[in-house]
């Protein structure tokens, strides 16, 4: 099978997810090894948390599923981008649809978009 240069970044790559259809980028995570060899198999979005170091199938807990439909892999092998289908109409943990809501207008940062759910309703710990 095919390898990620993982030695590059202490073990890390990172995965920039886009969703098929609409063409949005949805977040930016981290894998490991073991996220990319269960995101191959199972074809369904796994990461790495580095804030909590621990491995993450995207969408556990929340129900916010990412279905990987292709993979690219830039020239270097150390960055994937995943093109997947959101289930679920949320991708970031904060409840919006991308972790990419937020807008630099005029050195202020303005949130583009509606909260899709309230995070202290899905993440209790």
């Known amino acids: 099978m095919f390898e990620l240069d993982f030695d590059k970044n202490g073990g890390m790559i990172p ?6 259809d609409s063409g949005e980028i949805l977040m930016l995570a981290y894998m490991n090894r073991e996220a990319w060899e269960l995101t191959i198999e ?5 990461y ?3 804030s909590r170091k621990s491995l993450w199938k995207k969408g556990e807990t929340s129900g916010n599923i990412q279905e ?22 949320a991708a970031c943990h904060t409840g919006f649809r991308s972790c990419f809501h937020r807008v630099l ?3 202020t940062l303005e949130t583009d978009g509606e909260r899709i759910f309230n995070p202290e309703d899905v993440y209790r710990n």
Do not use: F, W
């Open 105 to 107: 207008r005029n050195g």
């Open 68 to 89: 990987v439909l292709e993979i690219r892999v830039d020239c270097d092998s150390d960055t994937v981008l995943l093109k997947v289908r959101q289930i679920g109409k």
């Open 48 to 50: 790495y948390s580095r």
């Open 15 to 20: 995965a920039i997810v886009q969703d098929i």
């Open 42 to 46: 199972k074809k369904i979005a796994h």
